[in-house]
């Protein structure tokens, strides 16, 4: 009797371990089945233009060029410097010359200034932009971090740098 009981328990762990096999490999075909919709950046045909982002004289530019599938081409591709479009490839240019200019002025206002996002006590800004009113403003942040983001100490000096950025905005939109 007690050689029956553990015969089928162990009959039964091997049904639950076959069970559980065949939900492992189901989910391992759906997963393959996510991944294969999902898009992906393609390139474009070969001898086709594509735009990248390089820099003459220290400044950043969009540069176009024929997709020859050369190294520099490949180079591009699998360091996402590679756009379809000038207008894409401008737009990220803007964003890096703006986070470059951020950066300057972190540098300038804080230059030893390290975030720590290991505590909620001290608040760091960054920088918004309010496209309803059209300024640069100060938002406070503690425990998030965003990489993309430039952090100052205090409200204080993300409002000098607020200042700066909306008069420069107000200058270029004079011209």
Known sequence: MENTKMENAVQELANIQSQCQELIDRIREIEKEIEQNEPKFERVKKGERYFMIGSVDGKVVVYNESDVRCEIDDNCFDNNNYFK????????????????????????????????????????????YDYDDKIYEPTPYYLTEHRTLVYFPSEEIAQKVCNILNKERENNDES
């Open 85 to 128: 479009t000038p207008e894409r490839a401008q737009e990220v240019v803007d964003k890096i010359n703006f986070l470059l200019k951020l950066e300057r002025l972190h540098d300038t206002f804080c230059p030893d200034y390290v975030p720590n996002f290991d505590s909620s006590i001290n608040y760091k800004y960054a920088i918004y």
